[in-house]
């Protein structure tokens, strides 16, 4: 169709520049051909660009717009959507207005966005106007060609908005729709994966999509009454006259193995219950996307019916407080057999229920547990580690799983993953401990040394000490401590050093002792270790 176009007539300046530069005009389809300060220029104006819609105000200089419009009817010209401007006072000039046959008129102040509704409104009429005085045998054979595709977009609109019956039955008639206007059931079908293959080309998909609704139709037209049509990139919806509801779930069982035998493709299909009336479609096709949303449980390839969901009673699953709080401190500390150990149970905790509960419930059930895993493994993590972090929670937030399976797993992986790190982090930081007590013992042999003075210098408990210092060196402190002493002996021996001078120097009181401790660690009394190892560097020399 051709631009509309429009002009602005009003003595007030600013109010016509407010009208030209504020508000896109193109955008809308409609283009200003020209403006005028008084009734005479505006009569001119309109016999020159005969413009479809004119903007004018009633009271202006030298002719009002009432009779600027009364003449422009008296001289023939091709009438005009005429829309007047009018104070609260020239109230009587509006109703003089309508009765000239303007389009409308809006009382001042105005809004640009009143003006862009009342213009766009002229504009639907004129189009409107137009489409009616095409050639009928042209718009009807249009119509016919456009159908299959206002059938989608009809039936896309009743599954998401209630229907009149009594207005519905016209648009069935109009639109050839084969079906009968009483009792339906809606299924929401989804193929399985598929755009998940980001491999795929936009050819691959659309062949895909055609084969997987070809088949359905095939399938269902030998059976019911019914329709197939798009929702989404993978999803389609197929609208019923169903028999009885056994025959509807065999009919949707049929669509998913011939699809899968012929199409080599698995869909899963949710099934909504029988209602009665066309206004009543929008609440069987949430059935059964409802129903669907369940294969969240089931897995891929399953047929769902939402009265097996509608049984559950709202069932509400959690896990005990307890393991929760069990899990962080497994966390925490490191351990990876306790942490996945309490995970598992947690996952077979929320799945005990014999029938299960709503999906997205289920979801931000798993959540709240991702994000107290989170929080712990965040204290720790470093700035690479955030990121990988923050990434894996947004995902486990959006929810989009296809199956329990699927959630678990992430779950299970933040906090495994979040557990190793925290394992290392803590087994560096053991390590530095244990080195730094280390080095007090070396520069303190010949001090009497127990486990309490070094265990205060890494601010540790005794016994917490003890046990990592074990566990770090593979001996206990004291045993370490007399190792350290007796490396320390053989070198001042080497040294020339006495035995009884070394004796006091490593903090022994008692020479025999000392002797003892020497050959226990060595197999050599301190005076047949030098003299082994002073006659071998003297060989060498």
Not at 226 to 232: A, D, I, K, P, Y
């Amino acid at each position: 169709m051709s631009e509309i176009t429009m002009c602005i007539i009003d003595d007030v300046k600013t109010v016509i520049d407010g009208i030209v530069s504020k508000i896109p005009w193109g955008e809308h389809g409609i283009k200003i051909v020209g403006t005028a300060a008084n009734g005479n220029d505006g009569l001119q104006l309109i016999k020159e660009k005969h413009p479809h819609i004119v903007l004018t105000d009633i009271r202006m200089p030298m002719r009002s717009g009432i009779d600027m419009v009364r003449e422009l009817k008296e001289s023939g010209e091709p009438e005009a959507k005429v829309i007047f401007f009018s104070g609260f006072t020239d109230f009587t000039y509006a109703q003089e207005s309508v009765r000239l046959g303007a389009f409308d008129y809006l009382v001042k102040p105005f809004t640009t966005q009143q003006i862009v509704e009342v213009v766009l409104r002229a504009k639907a009429q004129i189009e409107t106007q137009r489409l009616e005085q095409l050639d009928r045998l042209t718009l009807e054979r249009k119509v016919r060609e456009s159908l299959p595709y206002l059938r989608q977009e009809y039936f896309r609109l009743l599954i998401r908005h209630d229907e009149l019956p009594e207005r519905a039955y016209d648009k069935w008639e109009f639109l050839s729709i084969d079906m009968d206007t009483r009792r339906f059931v809606a299924m929401s079908v989804l193929i399985e994966g598929l755009m998940d293959e980001h491999s795929l080309s936009v050819r691959e998909v659309e062949l895909t999509r055609f084969a997987v609704q070809n088949i359905m139709e095939e399938t269902i037209k030998k059976q019911a009454k019914g329709v197939v049509f798009r929702e989404h990139l993978d999803q389609f919806v197929i609208l019923l006259n169903p028999n009885e509801e056994e025959e509807m779930l065999a009919l949707a069982e049929a669509c998913r193995d011939n699809v899968n035998r012929y199409a080599k493709r698995d869909i899963s299909i949710g099934v909504g219950s029988c209602v009665e009336g066309i206004d009543e479609i929008a609440l069987s096709y949430n059935q059964a996307k409802t129903a669907l949303s369940y294969q969240f449980y089931s897995g891929s390839g399953c047929v769902i019916s939402y009265s097996d969901i509608e049984r559950q009673n709202h069932i509400s699953p959690h896990y005990s407080a307890d393991k929760e709080v069990e899990l962080l401190y497994c966390l925490r500390s490191g351990n990876r057999e306790g942490t996945e150990k309490l995970l598992v149970s947690i996952s077979e905790e929320c799945l005990r229920y014999p029938t299960p509960p709503d999906p997205d419930v289920m979801t931000n059930l798993f959540y709240g547990l991702a994000f107290s895993i989170y929080r712990v493994i965040a204290e720790k993590a470093d700035s690479k580690q955030l990121m990988w972090l923050d990434e894996r929670l947004s995902i486990i937030k959006k929810g989009r799983y296809l199956s329990t399976s699927e959630l678990i797993n992430d779950v299970k992986e933040l906090g495994l993953t979040g557990c190793d790190w925290l394992q290392k982090r803590q087994k560096n930081n053991v390590g530095q401990l244990i080195h730094q007590a280390m080095n007090y013992v070396g520069g303190r042999l010949g001090t009497d040394l127990t486990v309490q003075e070094c265990a205060n210098v890494v601010h540790l408990s005794p016994s917490y000490f003890s046990n990592l210092f074990k566990k770090e060196t593979g001996m206990t402190f004291m045993q370490y401590v007399t190792s350290a002493r007796m490396d320390k002996a053989k070198g001042l021996l080497l040294e020339g050093m006495q035995v009884q001078d070394i004796t006091y120097e490593l903090g022994y009181r008692d020479r025999p002792y000392f002797t003892e401790l020497f050959k226990k660690h060595t197999g050599l009394t301190p005076t047949e270790f030098r003299s082994k190892y002073e006659s071998r560097t003297t060989e060498a020399e």
